[in-house]
């Protein structure tokens, strides 16, 4: 799959793999993003301190790997998407337990869109790629972690079909405790640019 095109008002919006120079874009998005939706949840030394050039630095590889998707509309880069797969971190229940098809399993690592770009489609035309990307890799199913008071990732993933598995983990975020809870679901998504507010069965359009 190349992309998925979709007008939006005037302006196309599509998916496609991210490209080397998209690394300063993909890290001007996380920022935005840990500055807005996610400024309650992140330290105030975590959004401070963020450095724009070394978190760009930071994606040339996972980009170089194929392992990034970006959203754009018109010229603008409004979101990305990172995922691959899964490691026994990711899957690992609360005993330390690994699932048998650990092997075929993706994890969604982010899935970000810049605020100002949301409900427009791009949340859903990027886990759609990606997840057309990761079955032809061999995955059969995705994980992601959402932290638990990030309502509207976690209804995101809802309508994806995504479920709570009951695993929750604990990290450090720059001394506050950030509360995350791990989603999965099926990789067989179809993106439908149109939905009722009934239509449950979707990506969400972020």
């Known amino acids: 799959m190349t992309g998925i095109p979709r007008l939006c008002g005037m302006a196309l919006a599509s998916v496609r793999p991210a490209a080397p120079d998209d690394a300063p874009l993909i890290a001007r998005v996380q920022r935005t993003v840990w500055t807005s939706a996610y400024a309650d949840m992140l330290p105030p030394g975590a959004v401070a301190g963020f450095d724009e050039a070394a978190v760009a630095g930071g994606w040339a590889d996972p980009i170089a790997a194929g392992a990034v998707w970006v959203a754009t509309e018109g010229d603008a880069l409004v979101g990305f998407c990172a995922a691959g797969p ?68 976690r209804r995101f993933y809802e309508r994806a079909g995504w479920d709570p598995d009951g695993t929750v983990r604990t990290l ?18 179809e993106f439908r640019p149109e939905p009722s507010l009934d239509d449950l069965d979707l990506p969400l359009l972020s």
């Open 86 to 153: 899964a490691t026994p971190d990711d899957l690992a229940d609360a005993g330390g337990a690994v699932p048998d098809d650990a092997g075929s399993v993706a994890v969604v690592a982010a899935l970000l869109v810049e605020p100002r770009w949301g409900r427009r489609g791009h949340g859903g035309r990027l886990l759609v790629e990606a997840a057309a990307a990761l079955r032809t890799a061999g995955a059969t199913r995705a994980v992601a972690w959402v932290p638990e008071r990030d309502t509207a990732s």
């Open 172 to 189: 450090d975020a720059g001394g506050r405790p950030l509360r995350e809870i791990r989603v999965d679901g099926t990789l067989d998504l």
